[in-house]
């Protein structure tokens, strides 16, 4: 949707960008990282069926992935 620009679901050409940060049924769109840090997250939306993507920017990214990035849970996790 974000890369083809055509709704997945309807084949719509009728998308709407909703950025990051803007107030949605009284929620903001962002995705929190810590207690400190809040990430915008655009939200696309088809005009015709409804059909809604969230997306957080690529430059957003390594913000995330140092939060929540996979790491080695072989090692050390207490789980067994
Ligand atoms: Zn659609």
Do not use: A
């Not at 207690?35 to 069926?49: A, E, H, I, M």
């Not at 993507?53 to 140092?66: M, R």
Request: charged share 25%.
């Amino acid at each position: 949707m974000k890369n083809t620009h055509t709704c997945p679901k309807c084949n719509s050409l009728d998308l709407l960008s909703i950025p990051g940060g803007t107030t949605w049924n009284g929620r903001p769109n962002k995705v929190m990282v810590n207690s400190f840090k809040w990430l915008p997250v655009t939200r696309l939306v088809c005009g015709d069926c409804g059909y809604t993507e969230e997306w957080i920017e690529s430059s957003d990214l390594p913000k995330l992935k140092k939060q929540f990035g996979s790491k080695d849970r072989s090692i050390g996790d207490g789980f067994v």
